[in-house]
């Protein structure tokens, strides 16, 4: 996570801080004063042409992106997925769940080539926590029918199925416009931060170099186009277990540093947990998202 989130928020997500904040510390939310709103979006050499900025959303802190369930509706409202270290309210705390608390945090969204199409408001934040995922999920005042005419900008797909390992994938940073590309190592057992532990979290090959300010970028497989993780952390320093220096934790206890190494938390189980309307419901048969 990278220091404080209020204040530190700048240094905290992923790159830039992480998450746990950001990027880790979580994987790291960005300084307020650093966003550059408009700056040229960049795109890694390797990353599949097929994946763009459309749909994403920079934050004031962090990047996120516009969300549906295989399930959803046209007419449903829309749900914009970050981390929940990227909260305008700070990192809740190990064991705390917020639902349905009412926001009108507002969010640019991008086009396909990372300029600005407009802007998106919340009306509230459906679900966030930093317990066993980091994740925030914000209902807004716009339905997908709403958005797409207005921007003609379609919503990402969240997959329903566990990612790969060994997969190729895509971190498109709406904050920074920049697409980093790398594939799926493997699985961390358990994450764990400073007080927060993450469940089965997606550790990332080298090459998805994250900053602050990319903490809550949609993980994109670009052979199906739809999102299997939200990047959240990383380990800056080399530090065990420590704000910005997630260690790794397996069945057994044994503890693994991996410096420089960049993390995301999986968003399949969140399509378990969302009902008609696009309602998280968290007692759906299957959902297994923490409660409050």
Known sequence: MNRSLVGALSALLLGGATLVGAGAAPATAASPAKAPAEAPAKVSAKAPKAVDFAGTVALSNCSGSVVRTPGSADSDPALVLSNGH???S??????EVIVDQPSSRSFTLLTASGGRAGTVRASKVAYA??????????????????????YGIKALTLSDSHPTQGSAINVVSGYWKTIYSCNIDGFAYRLKEGDW?????VRYTSACNTIG???GSPVVDPASGKVVAVNNTGNEDGGRCTLNNPCEVDENGTVTVRKGINYAQETYSITKCVTTGNKIDLNLAGCVLPKP
């Open 197 to 201: 532990t993450w469940k089965d979290s």
């Open 86 to 88: 990227c909260l305008e």
């Open 213 to 215: 300010g990319t903490s």
């Open 129 to 150: 926590t930093m317990t066993d995922t980091d994740v925030s999920l914000y209902q807004l005042t716009s339905t997908y029918a709403q958005i797409q005419s207005s």
């Open 90 to 95: 700070g990192f809740p705390g190990a064991g």
